[in-house]
């Protein structure tokens, strides 16, 4: 399976390299002016962190140095430097900050009945050489008492159930209220191209590639449909849903253009849970860059009933689902039914109930990704902005004027010189990093940009007050 961090990466590459689907509002005239959009941050959904993680009121997180990251990378990429010592550091409700304790994680940080559970990897010697090795660990909130799994990283949490990869498709979960691990699939079970989609409190939900060895297929280079499956905490599977090569060339893309130009299989690309609903669009990558080549979306019911197609075809893998309780909508990239030609703004596909005039969505120009539905604009002005639910509320995290006092400017003439990173909110809290970047020659490949890392600066905005300070930097 897929490394969940590795995923990141390469969203952030194709994000960089292509215009991907990001939900703005529809400009009312002037530059700035979104709607609908709030100020109102009190009914700001929870969101699901990976950074910041809170128990008993208090919100706990690493402190990172700048021998923790790597000195430079491709498309402003930085990973974590095996084996570094980091502080735990802890912010209680009234905004002070003390340091409690040491680990040498990275990634994933999250705590689940007063452990932290997060991934190591550092180098090990094995047989006289040196590997890198991953692995899952618990420790005390001061980074004492460790323990070690078999697991090598974490995808998810939910609830009391931490759902690790271990390996060669392998699959397993710690019960986060005894700490014990179980395996879902072992290696020599696990199916070919397993790849992890999202998770629940009941079921795990996974693709995998079937090879299909009827004639139409041999002159594929990626004979392979792909399923939708699941299992359950107790190791039961079921499939959900097959979508076939046939059918994605015949009514996606042009035959002529999968076998000349297609260098992967068919993939689940974007996955989404909506109450009884599970979305996803199903698509390949052509190039060394592996630009989506255009997919197909679709709707299963979670006990695998009803599938059924509802975008022939979306230039874009991603999309956003609207629901107001009366009218449940679906934003995606389209062609014009009649001149076949790419549509500017995003399209309606109606679900449930009628369409929506009071939210409009479209392409974004010069976006950076953090997270599914959130954004950095670097159009004139640096400001974090969510959509983080399915309503159609656009909240403004912080504002243009707010950058501007701190001195934050992702893009100067078009070219990208600091990136904002790192957001998540908790408790009333905004965190997010600035980084310095400066391009380089060396990290970079050919039309791929590389940058050496500069300073680093960690935030923290007070939602209620608005105050922001520097938490640290490196």
């Given at each position: 399976?897929?490394?969940?961090?590795?995923?990141?990466?390469?969203?952030?590459?194709?994000?960089?390299?292509?215009?991907?689907?990001?939900?703005?509002?529809?400009?009312?005239?002037?530059?700035?002016?979104?709607?609908?959009?709030?100020?109102?941050?009190?009914?700001?959904?929870?969101?699901?962190?990976?950074?910041?993680?809170?128990?008993?009121?208090?919100?706990?997180?690493?402190?990172?140095?700048?021998?923790?990251?790597?000195?430079?990378?491709?498309?402003?990429?930085?990973?974590?430097?095996?084996?570094?010592?980091?502080?735990?550091?802890?912010?209680?409700?009234?905004?002070?900050?003390?340091?409690?304790?040491?680990?040498?994680?990275?990634?994933e940080f999250y705590i689940v009945n007063g452990r932290i559970y997060s991934s190591a990897?550092?180098?090990?010697?094995?047989?006289?050489?040196?590997?890198?090795?991953?692995?899952?660990?618990?420790?005390?909130?001061?980074?004492?008492?460790?323990?070690?799994?078999?697991?090598?990283?974490?995808?998810?949490?939910?609830?009391?159930?931490?759902?690790?990869?271990?390996?060669?498709?392998?699959?397993?979960?710690?019960?986060?209220?005894?700490?014990?691990?179980?395996?879902?699939?072992?290696?020599?079970?696990?199916?070919h191209g397993s790849v992890y989609l999202g998770a629940t409190e009941e079921a795990v939900?996974?693709?995998?590639?079937?090879?299909?060895?009827?004639?139409?297929?041999?002159?594929?280079?990626?004979?392979?449909?792909?399923?939708?499956?699941?299992?359950?905490?107790?190791?039961?599977?079921?499939?959900?849903?097959?979508?076939?090569?046939?059918?994605?060339?015949?009514?996606?893309?042009?035959?002529?253009?999968?076998?000349?130009?297609?260098?992967?299989?068919?993939?689940?690309?974007?996955?989404?849970?909506?109450?009884?609903?599970?979305?996803?669009?199903?698509?390949?990558?052509?190039?060394?860059?592996?630009?989506?080549?255009?997919?197909?979306?679709?709707?299963?019911?979670?006990?695998?009933?009803?599938?059924?197609?509802?975008?022939?075809?979306?230039?874009?893998?991603?999309?956003?689902?609207?629901?107001?309780?009366?009218?449940?909508?679906?934003?995606?990239?389209?062609?014009?039914?009649?001149?076949?030609?790419?549509?500017?703004?995003?399209?309606?596909?109606?679900?449930?109930?009628?369409?929506?005039?009071?939210?409009?969505?479209?392409?974004?120009?010069?976006?950076y990704f953090d997270q599914p539905h959130s954004y950095v604009n670097a159009d004139g002005?640096?400001?974090?902005?969510?959509?983080?639910?399915?309503?159609?509320?656009?909240?403004?995290?912080?504002?243009?004027?707010?950058?501007?006092?701190?001195?934050?400017?992702?893009?100067?003439?078009?070219?990208?010189?600091?990136?904002?990173?790192?957001?998540?909110?908790?408790?009333?809290?905004?965190?997010?990093?600035?980084?310095?970047?400066?391009?380089?020659?060396?990290?970079?490949?050919?039309?791929?940009?590389?940058?050496?890392?500069?300073?680093?600066?960690?935030?923290?905005?007070?939602?209620?007050?608005?105050?922001?300070?520097?938490?640290?930097?490196?």
């Open positions: 399976m897929w490394k969940k961090y590795n995923g990141r990466i390469a969203a952030v590459c194709v994000l960089i390299l292509m215009l991907c689907m990001t939900i703005f509002p529809a400009d009312s005239g002037t530059e700035h002016d979104f709607a609908p959009v709030s100020y109102d941050l009190t009914n700001l959904p929870p969101m699901e962190n990976e950074m910041y993680a809170e128990w008993e009121g208090n919100i706990y997180y690493r402190q990172y140095s700048d021998e923790d990251m790597e000195d430079g990378g491709l498309w402003a990429y930085f990973g974590s430097v095996p084996g570094t010592e980091k502080e735990i550091m802890c912010m209680k409700p009234d905004g002070s900050v003390t340091q409690v304790g040491m680990d040498y994680g990275c990634n990897y550092g180098w090990t010697d094995d047989e006289g050489r040196e590997v890198i090795h991953d692995g899952v660990y618990s420790c005390a909130l001061d980074g004492s008492d460790v323990r070690e799994y078999d697991s090598s990283w974490i995808y998810d949490v939910r609830g009391d159930k931490i759902v690790c990869a271990m390996g060669d498709n392998a699959l397993a979960w710690i019960d986060g209220r005894d700490g014990e691990e179980h395996i879902l699939l072992p290696k020599n079970d696990a199916y939900f996974l693709s995998k590639l079937v090879r299909n060895e009827s004639e139409e297929y041999e002159e594929y280079l990626q004979p392979y449909d792909v399923t939708l499956y699941f299992v359950d905490y107790q190791g039961n599977t079921k499939d959900l849903a097959t979508v076939t090569m046939q059918e994605y060339t015949e009514d996606c893309v042009s035959e002529e253009f999968l076998v000349n130009v297609n260098q992967s299989p068919l993939f689940i690309s974007y996955f989404q849970i909506m109450e009884n609903d599970l979305y996803f669009s199903v698509g390949t990558t052509n190039g060394t860059a592996h630009v989506y080549s255009g997919g197909m979306i679709y709707r299963v019911k979670k006990d695998g009933s009803g599938l059924t197609r509802l975008v022939k075809e979306s230039l874009t893998e991603s999309f956003y689902l609207y629901d107001n309780g009366a009218n449940r909508v679906l934003f995606c990239r389209m062609p014009d039914q009649r001149t076949g030609e790419w549509q500017d703004e995003m399209q309606q596909v109606i679900l449930q109930g009628k369409a929506v005039d009071d939210i409009v969505v479209r392409d974004a120009d010069q976006t002005a640096d400001e974090i902005l969510f959509y983080p639910d399915t309503s159609g509320v656009c909240y403004v995290l912080l504002t243009s004027e707010e950058s501007e006092a701190l001195g934050i400017r992702t893009h100067v003439d078009w070219d990208m010189v600091q990136q904002i990173g790192d957001i998540e909110y908790l408790n009333g809290k905004l965190f997010f990093t600035v980084t310095d970047l400066t391009y380089s020659k060396e990290y970079s490949m050919g039309w791929r940009d590389g940058y050496e890392r500069g300073r680093s600066v960690c935030y923290c905005k007070d939602l209620e007050s608005g105050e922001i300070r520097a938490l640290y930097e490196y």
